[in-house]
């Protein structure tokens, strides 16, 4: 008696068991290109008791043995292979539509980066693409390198003082006693204090004219509520109206101010060409010597300390790290000012010449 044709189960994992995304894309074969990998079927022999039963089947009946024999739920042959091809189907529709999105991301990098991005396929989910974050190209400007206490948060008009003025060799009068006004006022504010309120500094003290500033009436200055109060300490205010007497009075003896500073140091600024910050010094012989000078003339509030200040802001001595961009700028700078000098002095000296041979002729 021949039964039903005997069909090989195909097993799924196999059909699964395939390169999802491969290096030449997700090319699933045809059913017909795949060769079934089939098992040798072991024959398995009967007991007496089942080959008995057997017997007894055949002899009786074929509708005695259909009416005794058990309802089980059989399977068809059509039901198990449509199971299969829908399962195959399945797979097939996954992975292709995986492939489609992984081309589609391929072609968004390309177009972004330029370079060929591969996107894997696991579970129906596409595996979201993390950018690599990009360097910052710069714009080939290099930061300058300033001096050690001149830092990325330091405040800005204090980097545009230090960039412009600080170290640069002063020959002004006002500019000299401006300087010394405010580098007398580090007793009580910061540099960034300071030259935030230089515009009301220079306000109050008529643009730093010594004779102007010598006749005001002291009084009125350190009224409370007046711009000067909220500057300094009345102590501060009284000494800068009776340095402008003394500076009035240096000027009727040595010509200017300028002469009688720079005098000092021969009129050549002290380079010190420090590498680290811990070596600029607080206060050095020199100042506490000019110091000394300003104090037996009358000068107020001139310690050493506020000198040496005053010294590094006016550029009688240049206290620019080596490694700042100012060092040189600032030598240059003292160079060609005495260059300049050198030439005035030529130039009067020939006009003096050429007057007393005129003097002489004319006699």
């Known amino acids: 008696m021949s039964g039903?044709?005997?069909?090989?189960?195909?097993?799924?994992?196999?059909?699964?068991?395939?390169?999802?995304?491969?290096?030449?894309?997700?090319?699933?074969?045809?059913l017909s290109a795949r060769r079934p990998v089939s098992k040798p079927v072991k024959k398995v022999g009967k007991s007496p008791v089942e080959r008995a039963v057997v017997e007894e089947k055949k002899a009786l009946p074929s509708s005695t043995v259909d009416s005794l024999s058990p309802k089980t739920h059989s399977v068809s042959a059509p039901s198990v292979l449509g199971r299969h091809e829908q399962l195959l189907h399945s797979n097939v529709s996954l992975n292709a539509s995986c492939s489609s999105d992984a081309s589609t991301d391929s072609f968004h990098g390309r177009a972004l980066t330029g370079k060929s991005i591969r996107s894997n396929c696991v579970g129906g989910k596409r595996k979201p693409y993390m950018p690599k974050p990009r360097s910052v190209v710069s714009d080939g400007l290099h930061q300058k390198k300033r001096c050690a206490w001149v830092t990325p948060n330091t405040d800005q008009i204090y980097a545009a003082f230090h960039?412009?003025?600080?170290?640069?060799?002063?020959?002004?009068?006002?500019?000299?006693?401006?300087?010394?006004?405010?580098?007398?006022?580090?007793?009580?504010?910061?540099?960034?204090?300071?030259?935030?309120?230089?515009?009301?500094?220079?306000?109050?003290?008529?643009?730093?004219?010594?004779?102007?500033?010598?006749?005001?009436?002291?009084k009125k200055l350190i009224t409370y509520g007046s711009a000067a109060s909220s500057l300094l300490s009345d102590l501060k205010l009284r000494a800068i109206i009776a340095n402008a007497r003394q500076?009035?009075?240096?000027?009727?003896?040595?010509?200017?101010?300028?002469?009688?500073?720079?005098?000092?140091?021969?009129?050549?600024?002290?380079?010190?060409?420090?590498?680290?910050?811990?070596?600029?010094?607080?206060?050095?012989?020199?100042a506490d010597v000019i110091s000394k000078d300003l104090v037996r003339r009358g000068f107020?509030?001139?310690?050493?300390?506020?000198?040496?200040?005053?010294?590094?802001?006016?550029?009688?001595?240049?206290?620019?790290?080596?490694?700042?961009?100012?060092?040189?700028e600032c030598i240059t700078a003292a160079e060609a000012?005495?260059?300049n000098v050198i030439e005035d002095i030529a130039t009067e000296t020939e006009l003096s010449m050429a007057i007393d041979g005129l003097s002489f002729s004319s006699e």
């Open 4 to 30: 039903a044709p005997r069909l090989r189960s195909m097993n799924v994992a196999e059909s699964e068991a395939r390169p999802v995304l491969g290096p030449a894309g997700n090319k699933a074969g045809s």
């Open 163 to 218: 960039d412009e003025e600080w170290g640069v060799p002063v020959h002004d009068d006002k500019k000299l006693f401006e300087l010394l006004v405010l580098s007398g006022a580090l007793s009580e504010l910061t540099w960034s204090a300071i030259l935030s309120k230089r515009h009301v500094f220079r306000e109050v003290f008529m643009d730093f004219d010594p004779l102007a500033v010598s006749k005001l009436n002291e």
């Open 247 to 286: 500076i009035s009075k240096v000027i009727d003896e040595f010509g200017s101010f300028d002469q009688y500073i720079w005098s000092f140091v021969n009129h050549k600024p002290i380079v010190s060409r420090f590498r680290y910050p811990r070596r600029v010094p607080v206060k050095t012989a020199k």
């Open 300 to 328: 107020r509030s001139v310690g050493p300390a506020i000198i040496y200040s005053f010294m590094q802001a006016a550029g009688i001595t240049n206290d620019h790290l080596t490694s700042c961009f100012r060092s040189q």
């Open 337 to 339: 000012k005495q260059e």
